[in-house]
């Protein structure tokens, strides 16, 4: 790195809010350096925002720390420049690099529970921000409540009163939002700052942000997995792949027109326009991120890549400049043009039987937990039924109720008195201690995170030759064929076997809590969440998965998602919960395409698109009231865009049919729940 | 959950444990080989005589009926006659746990501020010398015994530098400070015992609140370190400390004998060492259940006050 002194940079024309130069950055892990940046170079204008995507393990949050200069112990920036306003960032001295902080630059990140101090109160977090700038401290707290006001927090005084962990996530990140516009920054850098968030509260958030964007003379840094948040809220957009910059380009001419082959890739593993299992498989990409640090000759996505040949693996291409935009691809002209690494070919769709008995279904299945005194209603009186062959999604935002269901089914709880399940026609004991071994068989299920299913000290042929053992009580002469068989029917390489949960990486080790869950040949699989931890190429290929067990074995799922794309790419129908009540159930493109619950209608409206169209968004005012005292009547009255009135206070409404096989739970006549204007439709899908 | 709410619950159990105590410590007693009476008297004594006192004080009744005699009167603070002092046992107990808790808070001063002192700084340093030197100094501490390291002590600082007294009793009429300097070189040894595992805790904490972050958030806020050391470290880094500062009051008052003896200090310790040896079993049960109480009751207070601290706790979740 050549010094350069802190004020020396672009002087001669006003100076981006933010360049980066030939950035490396490497860390050192176990004695070796390992490269995670390479060569970085990007600029953010004055009053841009720029977006910054790609899969985890691809260095986005190192550009973000290396900027606001907060790597880990272990990073070091080894080459390159930073200009932040034109000023040299790694130039700067302890005292220098304080005084930037706190006026120059700001930092929203993932988690916003953690970002914020538990011991203090919100107030006097704020207004610490002021009180760095020399105001006395009546007049900080003045500033902070004005500041919590602007990001929409509807009763500041009572809220700076209160500690962290007594607001809501969505809360929580306005605080954080807060914080880092307080000191109106040149540049705002905002990394995940809605992942882990609902939906309806991540539209809430991007919507504050956009609006802020125009209030503040600020520049945004946003740094997301999401294709589709960065669709909406960015101008510019950078794909970083292995540490490296490999496009670049305006949001709308990237996304519509990728000219690199990975950019393509991540587009086609998405379950957009309202693409459904029945379409076909989705696209993937085949291979894995290069390990950190990897020594590669050539292009880093060759081995990926289908347009790949002997020139790519042996030149480095550079960042061809394609006129307002650019790609590292030698052959970026034909990038649109990449093969498909998983064929289409639709498979053939099981015709769901629904005049024949139900596989499963409950009656009046409901769920009251005791906490503090408290009686919880956790789930009340859900009706379903699923057939063979199906795929049952259910929605709704946390705290809903759908993984309070899904344990019910499990047996993992107890159902309350007067509950009914039943398995092909007869009654399920509620407690899975009294359910027979081909009951418990039966019903399996696949968890978010497979690391916490799969125990870590056994190898793969021991977890799933375990499984086959206890479920399908395969003999052991036999054990190791049916195993391969199972394996293979995952597409795991049989040279996984041998190896132990920690050495595989998210994608596998899901593939081997599937094909555990599959050892039993259940009639029900229950998925948690099951694609929500992993990165969208890794996503598409275990939906496939899923759909192609489905197809072969006629199995059912219930399908939990807070990820509306993923849930209407796999579902057959679809159910609605809110507050552990049953809104909407009904089959997937209707639920979809409506006559909506408004509900329904305002979780469909939050969702981001990657087409840009920015669909009218219905907000929900305040949040999911408590379970311990549900409001009377319609238990969505409270926070009801369309509520009519003192009926929607007295009376629950029915579930009604609107259409056949559709019903929605509202006091609204069906053909008036179909609005004037198109329904919020999200044509494409988040990528989380 | 808050614990607040659970300190019925709590106190319940305390007494649980206490009456168990009371129980092991009682039959504990009766287990020791020997006549009361004739280790009274004496091996010469008439057995008439022996079989007299042994009546006197009670000690030919049935273990029931002894066991419920006694603890009845002690919840009544009344602990009963000593065999050897023949006297109430109540004032010695009292006047024993006052000396113990001087050493005791003469041992807490010291420690306290310096372990968490030194834990902070082997945070700060993290993987750095000083931070190995301050973990393995105080984990070597803490590993060697109070009757190793109290002789060690009393040889350097008795025997050969002469600086400090090596029996801890102080002179009649002997002023506050007076008191503090007999007082040094016995709680020197227990220094070693805590510093190590106070020094840890507030070490594991600062290291973890230093990676959180809300840490990382007050630092890009452009606060000085010393602020977010400070206000947004140590804070919540020594929540947990203070817990097990909390119950290490107890140990302090309760696990004092072998200093006592060793520096032939009239605490709550060497009283229960003394009965023991003296088989006055009166003394040695109510010393027992008193530390008991004492160690109960400490641990009680460092859970309330761990929830009085820590707002998650204090004030429940969201709404």
Known sequence: ??????????????????????????????????????????????????????????????????????????????????????????????????????????????????????????????????????????????????????????????????????????????????????????????????????ATVEAEVLDLIARLRGEFATSILFISHNLAVIARMCDRVGVLYAGLLVEEGGTRELFDNPRHPYTVGLLRCLPRRGRRKDHGRLDTIPGLLPPPGADIAGCVFAERCAHADEYCRAVEPPLYDLGGRASRCHYHERAPDLPRATPSDPAAPIAVDREERPVLRTQRLAKTFAAGGHAVHALSAISLELWSGETLGLVGESGSGKTTLARLLLGLIEADGGSVIELDGGQLPAAIDR???????????????????????????????????????????????RLLAFTRAVRLADRYLAVRPRQLSGGLKQRVAIARAFAGEPRIVVCDEPTSALDVSVQ??????????????????????????????????????????????????????????????????????????????????????????????????????????????????????????????????????QRERPAPMPAEAPAS | MSTLRAIPRRLLLSLITLWILSVIVFIGAQLLPGDVGRAILGPLADPRAVANLNHELGVDRPLLVQYWSWISHFATGDMGMSYTMRAPIAPFIATALGNSLKLAAVAFVLVVPLAIFGGVIAA???????????????????????????????????VWLRVLPINANWPPDAGPLTQVYYLLLPSLPLFLVLFGYIARMARAGTVEALDADYTRTAVLKGLPPRTVLWRHVLRNALLPTITVIATQVGYLIGGLVVVE???????????????????????????????????????????????????RVRLGAAA
């Open chain 1, 435 to 481: 359910r027979t071994p081909d009951q418990v068989k039966a019903l399996q299920i696949v968890f978010q995170n497979p690391d916490s299913a799969l125990n870590r000290s056994h190898t793969v042929r021991h977890l799933i030759g375990r499984a086959l053992a206890k479920l399908a009580r395969v003999p052991a002469p036999q054990q190791l064929e």
């Open chain 2, 124 to 158: 700060l340093n993290v993987g750095r010398p000083l931070d190995r030197i301050i973990t393995v100094l105080g984990l070597s501490a803490t590993v060697v015994p109070e009757f190793v390291s109290g002789i060690v002590l009393i040889l350097i600082f008795g």
């Open chain 1, 540 to 673: 598409a290929a275990i939906l496939n998965l899923l759909a192609d067990l489905q197809a072969t074995r006629r199995v059912s799922y219930v399908f939990i998602s807070h990820d509306l794309g993923t849930v209407r790419y796999i579902s057959d129908r679809i159910a609605v919960l809110y507050l552990g009540r049953l809104m909407e159930l009904g089959p997937a493109e209707q639920v979809f395409r409506g006559p909506h619950h408004p509900y329904t209608e305002a979780l469909l409206s939050a969702v981001p698109s990657l087409d840009g169209s920015v669909t009218e968004r219905i907000r929900l005012k305040g949040d999911i009231p408590s379970a311990i005292r549900p409001p009377s009547g319609c238990v969505f009255h409270t926070r009801c865009p369309r509520k009519l009135g003192s009926i929607c206070e007295d009376q629950e409404p029915p579930l009604i049919e609107a259409e056949a096989g559709h019903a929605i739970r509202c006091h609204i006549q069906a053909r008036d729940l």
């Open chain 2, 261 to 311: 003896v060793l520096f032939h200090y009239q605490g709550i310790g060497s009283l229960i060492y003394v009965a023991a040896r003296s088989k006055d079993f009166p003394t040695l049960e109510a010393g027992v259940l008193t530390v008991g109480i004492i160690y109960t009751v400490a641990t009680l207070a460092a859970d309330v006050l761990t929830s009085m601290l820590n707002p």
């Open chain 1, 1 to 198: 790195m050549t010094p350069t002194a802190p004020w020396q940079g672009e002087m001669a024309s006003a100076p981006d809010a933010l360049s980066i130069r030939d950035l490396d950055v490497a860390y050192r892990v176990r004695g070796k350096v390992r490269q995670v940046l390479r060569g970085l170079s990007f600029q953010v204008g004055r009053g841009e925002s720029y977006g910054l995507v790609g899969e985890s393990g691809c260095g986005k949050s190192t550009v973000a720390l290396a900027i606001v200069r907060y790597l880990a112990r272990n990073g070091r920036v080894r080459a390159g420049r930073i200009l932040l306003d034109g000023r040299d960032l790694l130039a700067l001295g302890e005292a220098d690099l304080r005084k930037l902080r706190a006026t120059a630059v700001s930092m929203v990140y993932q988690d916003p529970g953690r970002a914020l101090n538990p011991s203090l109160r919100v107030g006097a977090q704020v207004a610490e921000v002021f009180r760095l700038q020399g105001m006395p401290q009546a007049e900080a707290l003045d500033r902070a409540a004005a500041m919590l006001a602007r990001v929409q927090i509807a009763d500041p005084s009572s809220v700076m009163g209160r500690y962290p962990h007594q607001l809501s996530g969505g809360m929580q990140q306005r605080v954080a939002i807060a914080m880092a516009l307080a000191i109106n920054p040149k540049l705002l850098i905002l990394d995940e700052p809605t992942t882990g968030l609902d």
